[in-house]
Each structure stands twice: as structure tokens, then as C-alpha cells.
């Protein structure tokens, strides 16, 4: 079981940037063997991936329309993951959410957090 925790949500203005954490804790795992992915969900939107790193950090994924802008990065030592968002623009607006996977011989382990709320204004 892995708990995940989202903070540095915010309202900025168009062109400010934030910096989103994702905590884990987990008594019996940890988040270091575990993919990591940035999803957010803007009002009336399906929610969509925004970054994904691998459990090692060696390998990074970003949608198209954050390339650039947005740089995912972790700290295994403190079980933490990173989005950090630069040139936000109002469509960057939505509940943003860390997910954690894994796939071992003893199955699929998907979690997610409670999210956070990213505002921009324009």
C-alpha cells in the first residue's frame, strides 16, 4: 500500500510557475520501484497525462502540450516526486494528480492521490 500526497497547488497568473510535490509513504513498500505519472482534469475534461517518470528517473514522457514548459523529476531518497511547471498558461488549469504503478509477479499496484488545484489566470 502506497499513500500518496499532493501539495504546491496554487493560483498564478499566465506566464508564473509552480512547483507540485507528490510524498509517499508506504509502511510496507516503496515509492522507488514505481513509475510515477503527473495527470491533471480540467472542469468537463476527461483526465489526461501530463508527465511520467520511470522508477529509476532514467526515462521521462511529457504531452505534447507541456514540452518545454513542465520538467518531472524525483528524489527517491525522500520518496518524493517533482512536477515543476514554468510558462503556465490558462488551459494548464485542472486538479492535478500523482499516480504511482507497478507491475510485479504478484500483480499490477496502481495509486493515486487526492489532487491538487492549479489556477491560472489570464
Known amino acids: 500500500q502506497v499513500q500518496l500526497a499532493e501539495s504546491g497547488g496554487g493560483l498564478v497568473q499566465a506566464g508564473g510557475s509552480l512547483r507540485l510535490s507528490c510524498a509517499a509513504s508506504a509502511p510496507r513498500d516503496t515509492l522507488d520501484y514505481y513509475t510515477v505519472g503527473w495527470f491533471r482534469q480540467a472542469p468537463g475534461k476527461e483526465r489526461e497525462l501530463v508527465a511520467r517518470?520511470?522508477?529509476?528517473?532514467?526515462?521521462?514522457n511529457y504531452a505534447e502540450s507541456v514540452k518545454g514548459r513542465f520538467t518531472i523529476s524525483r528524489d527517491n531518497a525522500n520518496h518524493t516526486v517533482y512536477l515543476q511547471m514554468n510558462n503556465l498558461k490558462s488551459e494548464d488549469t485542472g486538479v492535478y494528480y500523482c499516480?504511482?504503478?507497478?507491475?510485479?509477479?504478484?500483480?499490477?499496484?496502481?495509486?493515486w492521490g487526492q489532487g491538487t488545484q492549479v489556477t491560472v489566470s489570464s
Open positions: 517518470i520511470s522508477s529509476a528517473g532514467g526515462s521521462t
Open positions: 499516480n504511482a504503478l507497478k507491475t510485479a509477479w504478484a500483480g499490477r499496484f496502481e495509486y
